[in-house]
């Protein structure tokens, strides 16, 4: 079946390392997203991806970093420099920008700083 | 800049019927209604594209009014099963950058 997939569920991470999100998607999309959902802010986006090896920052940038080497694959790195990482974590594709069709969502990562 | 959704959080008995807001500073391409259960990942739900064009499910409906930047979900005869927190998210114009309201959390009690 195709669909988007994120690894793993749950993440823990000591303060001041750094840790990598996974997302694969087997939907043939272009366009691939990634939002940090805290409680009473909405899904925030943090980048997002038209094509491969192209990204682009999203409003909360600032911590992370990301690579598009595969169509397939968008990974989010979550780096020592941001400073209030715990959150739920959600990938997201679609066929393309201006496609007009909807987004598919991965089942998120939650992520705690312990 | 995120769009903003209005109200917050909406309380509704079975049956009763509830309207989300959303609108933006900018002019947009496409508004997008999502609907997201506790701890799970958002469903879509509706697409409207400037133009009048929408794609969604046929028990929900919506509106886009392009001069203003705002869209409205409309659910009707609510069911439990409406429950969850419903974000809209915006794609501007100039750039395909979709991004999401803060979220509207509803609950349909019996």
């Known amino acids: 079946d195709g669909g988007i997939t994120q690894s793993p569920k749950y993440l823990f991470r000591k303060e001041g390392q750094n840790v990598t999100l996974s997302c694969e998607q087997n939907l043939n999309h272009d366009a691939m997203y990634w939002y940090r959902q805290d409680p009473g802010q909405g899904l925030r986006l943090i980048y997002y991806s038209q094509i491969v090896n192209d990204f682009q920052k999203g409003d909360i940038a600032e911590g992370y970093s990301v690579s598009r080497e595969k169509k397939e694959s968008f990974p989010l790195t979550v780096t020592s420099a941001q400073k209030n990482p715990t959150a739920f974590y959600l990938c997201a594709s679609s066929v393309g920008v201006r496609a007009a069709t909807e987004a598919f969502f991965g089942q998120g990562t939650r992520l705690t700083v312990v | 800049q995120q769009p903003v959704q209005s109200p917050q959080a909406v309380i509704l008995r079975e049956g009763e019927d509830a309207v989300i807001n959303c609108s933006s500073s900018k002019a947009l391409y496409s508004v997008h209604w999502y609907r997201q259960k506790h701890g799970e990942a958002p469903v879509f739900l509706m697409i409207l594209l400037k133009g009048g064009e929408q794609k969604g499910h046929d028990k929900i409906s919506a509106s886009f009014n392009e001069k203003k930047q705002q869209s409205s979900l409309y659910l009707t005869a609510s069911q439990l099963s409406y429950s969850g927190t419903y974000f809209c998210?915006?794609?501007?114009?100039?750039?395909?950058?979709?991004?999401f309201g803060q979220g509207t959390i509803l609950t349909v009690h019996p």
């Open positions: 998210g915006t794609e501007p114009e100039s750039y395909g950058k979709l991004t």
